[in-house]
């Protein structure tokens, strides 16, 4: 069966399956250009995109949004996703049983929007989406070619908020990432 954007979007949005649609207070669907060459996945929604539904909204979006005005890029032109959609109370890791149950949305976000590159933001997205031994510290900024899309990760805005000589480092893996789209 294939489902529009907009069916997905409203899957999501309904979405009970699993316990964090208990303590949620909204799902958080990706959101960005329905045609990106880049697509971008953190771990999990936090306190601020939980109230207003919307990813990045809080201190790590405005550190997000540096890193893509510093090599020329808007939201507009990205996609930015979780790989799950709802926030875990107190801001725990995501279970894995909940990764799960969620990850067939991303999947599925995958399938219709085609990117070019997905860039994980942080160890949880790296681990799960490029390996589960990932070690962003040393792998960060290195490029692997899987199914016709590059796979990067770089470090999570909030990691940059708690240790801001991480920016500097964080800026030449977009600078990377962007030489790939040429
Ligand atoms: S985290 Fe994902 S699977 Fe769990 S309730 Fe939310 S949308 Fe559904």
């Known amino acids: 069966m294939m489902y529009s954007y907009e069916e997905l979007k409203a899957f999501v949005n309904s979405c009970t399956k699993c316990p964090l649609s208990q303590t949620r207070n909204k799902p958080v669907m990706g959101r960005g ?3 990106p060459q880049i697509l971008f996945v953190a771990e999990a929604p936090g306190n601020s995109e939980d109230r207003d539904g919307i990813p990045f909204t809080g201190r790590s979006g ?3 949004d540096e890193l893509l005005k510093h090599v020329g890029l808007s939201r507009e032109e990205i996609y930015l996703t979780n790989v799950v959609k709802c926030h875990p109370p107190n ?4 279970r894995p049983e909940e990764q799960e149950a969620c990850i067939p949305y ?18 949880i997205a790296a681990q ?3 390996s589960p031994g990932y070690r962003i510290s040393r792998e960060h900024g290195t490029f692997l ?15 940059i908020l708690r240790d801001p000589v991480k920016m500097e480092e964080t800026k030449q893996d977009f600078e990377r990432i962007v030489e790939k789209l040429f």
């Open 128 to 130: 799960r989406i490029i």
């Open 106 to 123: 991303l999947k599925y976000e995958t399938y219709l929007l085609k990117p070019k590159i997905i860039v994980c933001l942080g160890r």
């Open 145 to 159: 070619y899987r199914k016709d899309t590059w796979l990067t990760a770089v470090y999570h805005p909030s990691a």
């Open 33 to 35: 250009s329905l045609k």
């Open 62 to 64: 405005k550190i997000l």
């Open 91 to 94: 801001n725990r890791d995501p």
